[in-house]
Structures are given as C-alpha cells and as structure tokens.
C-alpha cells in the first residue's frame, strides 16, 4: 500500500474548493481534511473493508470533523463537508461500467453475459459508494450537528451551526 | 420597533442568497425563520421549492405572506458562510433593517473569491490528481490535466452564454475526453489510457447537489430533494454521452 499516493487527494479538491468559492483562508483545512479522509478510505481498504464501507467511513469522518470545526471558525458546515469528499468519488468504477454497457452496444454477443456482469457490478460498486459518501458527509451535521458543537464546547445559535 | 414587512422581506431575502449560494432546503428555511424572529417576528412559516422562497410571518393579529423567485440551486461558499453570520450577528447584536441591508447589498455585490483563470488551473489539477490517484501515467496525467482544464473552459464560456446543463456539461465532457483519448492514440498509451479517461470528466461531479439532494431527502423534503438529485442525474448522463462520444470518435479516426 503506496500512503502517500493519499496526498494526490490535495490537488484533486482545491479545484472542487474553488469552484465552490470557499472562504481562502478555509483552504489549508480543507485540503489536510481531504488528504485525511482519504489515508483514512486506504487504511480501511487495506484492513479489507469494501470500498462503499470505506467510503462511509471516510464521509463520516469528514462530516463529523466539519460539524465541530466549522462552527469554530464562523464558517456554515458545507464549508468543510462537501469538497473533502470530492477525491473519493469512484470514478475509476463509473468509467468502467460505462464503457462496459458501450461495449455492448457492439453488436458482438460472444461475451455478452460476461460484459453485463461486469458492467452491473461497477456500476453497483459506483452507485453504492457515491449514497455512502453522500449520506456519510451530511448525516452527522443532520441528525447530531447541534450536540456534536456542544460537545466542543462551541456555543451555536443555529441547527447547522 | 420593526416593521413585521421588514422581517419578512429580509428574511425572503436571506433565504433566496442562501438557495442562491448552495444552502440545503432544511437551511435555507432555518435561516429565514431565525431572520424573522430576530426582527420581531411571533412565528415564521416558511416553505422553499426549486424556484421560489415563500414566507409568512405573523405578530398578534398581523399576518403576512410574500414569495420570492430564486430560479437557481447555486455555489458560492463564502456568501453561505456571510450569510450565516449576518443571521447570527441579527440575533445577538439586534442589527436594524437598515444595517442589515446594507451588509446584504455587500453580500450580494461581493467579487468572485478566486479569478477565473486561477479555477480553470485548479479544475485542470484535479483533473490531472484524479488520474494519478486512479494509477496513471505521466503521460496520462499530463494528459488529463489538459484536458480537464480545456474542458473547464468549455464549460465556462458556455455556461456565461447561458446555455442549458445538457448542453454546457456534454460538451465540456466531449472536449476533455476528446484531448485525452486523442493524445493518448498519439503516444499509443494503449489500455495505460483508461485512469487518464475515467478521471478526465470527474471535474464535472455535481457534488453540491448530489449532497444537498441527499440532505433534503434525509431531512424529509422529498421534494426538493428529487428535484436536486434529478439535476445531478442529467449533469452525470450529459458527461457519460460527452465522454462517450469522444471515446467513439477517437476510436473511429484512429
């Protein structure tokens, strides 16, 4: 397990963070939280977890972080939560089923039922670990976000923090 | 005293800057309510669609209603952040109407927060970071930061002409994928070229609506949430035919 390939994951969600136009002094977060939340996916890869538990791991941690951090710098939750997931869409399973279902489209059956195994299961793959991502990033600031600041120690005044 | 139609039109305002600026359903109406009471609104009763904020505010006998448009589901981070913060400096410092006008005229008014050239560059390094990630090559990394960053541009200058998501994310799609797959023919990078092409339309990702679709639906605003994970699914079909056909047709001229 190559862990330093994880520090790619802070090119990969500055553009996303500008995009977004977060705040610029929000950067250096974001990209460590990024560069965090992917070492934390790998670590869990290598202890054999599958990648959708991975990834719920990895968003959880991310949404979890972004929900006590970001009352702290005066920030809205998203600031923190939403770029850091970024680097750890599936992209390598989503090109895969696509061009596993244009395969198809060759006319050529010999390997058909093969070709669609394949593609139905990147594509599951795909699917599966963008709503682990997804749900992984919003669920703590939504179903905890006002007790995890209180916890920190943070007085909010709002839901969301 | 403030007027009650005070703290509903700046409460219908917050909440139209805050869907404009990438705020989820649950808090666009959470800062609307909390405008309104900190204005001396009794209740607030707001209710957020896709294209309108509307309000109604009350105090003893007094009740009004008023809607806003806000056509789009936007990004801008910093104006959430500002936004959140004028709320909150409504509620504990007891800022006039007058004062909270102007800091939303500033809101509103404020700049791009990174230059236009400066986010194309980064989109091209995401890009470029995606592949290495997904096993690349130099070459193929190299590749897809071109890519990513012509294809960044693409979509830019089609998006400033207003031209639908269709057609703005297929074509920034189908120009990335095109500069990758060709090069890649060029230096013959053979089946090495796949980490390259499975990252070269990943700056195109609806992550903001994806995940505001997400927050809306566990938050029980199916609606809202539909209408949000339905923009992401045309953004990803529109970049899964653009990167198609660029494939194709490389494939076809090689």
């Known amino acids: ?161 | 005293m403030t007027d009650l139609a005070d703290a509903l039109d700046l409460s219908l305002e917050v909440g139209e800057l805050v869907q404009l600026s990438g705020g989820h359903t649950a808090r666009t109406a959470e800062h609307m309510n909390r405008m309104a009471r900190a204005l001396g609104a009794e209740t607030g009763q707001p209710a957020i669609s896709s294209i309108n904020v509307m309000m109604t505010v009350t105090e003893g006998d007094q009740r009004l209603t008023a809607v806003r448009q806000a056509r789009h589901f936007g990004i801008n981070f910093s104006m959430l952040s500002a936004l959140r913060g004028l709320v909150t400096d409504t509620e504990t410092h007891g800022l006039t109407p007058d004062q909270i006008r102007s800091r939303l005229t500033l809101i509103r008014n404020a700049g791009p927060v990174y230059p236009t050239w400066l986010v194309m560059l980064a989109l091209g390094g995401s890009s470029a970071a995606f592949a290495a990630l997904f096993g690349a090559t130099a070459a193929g990394v190299a590749l897809t930061f071109l890519g990513g960053w012509a294809g960044a541009w693409v979509r830019h200058l089609l998006v400033a002409r207003r031209k639908k998501p269709f057609a703005t994310v297929t074509s920034a799609a189908f120009v990335a994928s095109l500069i990758v797959a060709g090069g890649a023919a060029l230096l013959d990078l053979g089946s090495a070229a796949d980490p390259a092409l499975a990252a070269s339309t990943l700056f195109l990702v609806p992550g903001v609506p994806m995940l505001n679709g997400t927050a809306d639906l566990l938050n029980a605003h199916y609606l809202n949430g539909v209408v949000r994970l339905a923009m992401s699914m045309v953004i990803i079909t529109s970049a899964a035919i653009g990167l198609a056909a660029g494939v194709t047709l490389v494939e076809v001229l090689s």
């Open chain 1, 1 to 161: 397990m190559n862990w330093w390939m994880s520090l790619w994951a802070a090119p990969a969600v500055l553009g996303f963070a500008m995009v977004f136009s977060v705040p610029r002094r929000t950067l250096p977060g974001i990209v460590a939280l990024a560069v965090a939340a992917h070492l934390l996916r790998s670590f869990a890869l290598h202890q054999g977890a599958g990648l959708p538990v991975a990834s719920f791991a990895a968003a959880l941690f991310v949404g979890f972080t972004a929900a006590v951090v970001a009352p702290r710098m005066g920030q809205a939750t998203s600031v923190y939560a939403f770029a850091p997931v970024i680097p750890l869409i599936p992209g390598t399973f989503m090109f895969e089923a696509l061009t596993g279902l244009l395969d198809l489209t060759t006319g050529d059956l010999s390997d058909a039922s093969a070709q669609v195994d394949t593609a139905v299961v990147d594509a599951t793959i795909a699917t599966m670990t963008i709503i682990a991502l997804a749900v992984g990033t919003i669920g703590p600031t939504l179903l905890a976000g006002r007790r995890i600041a209180r916890l920190a120690h943070i007085e909010v005044t709002g839901l969301d923090g």
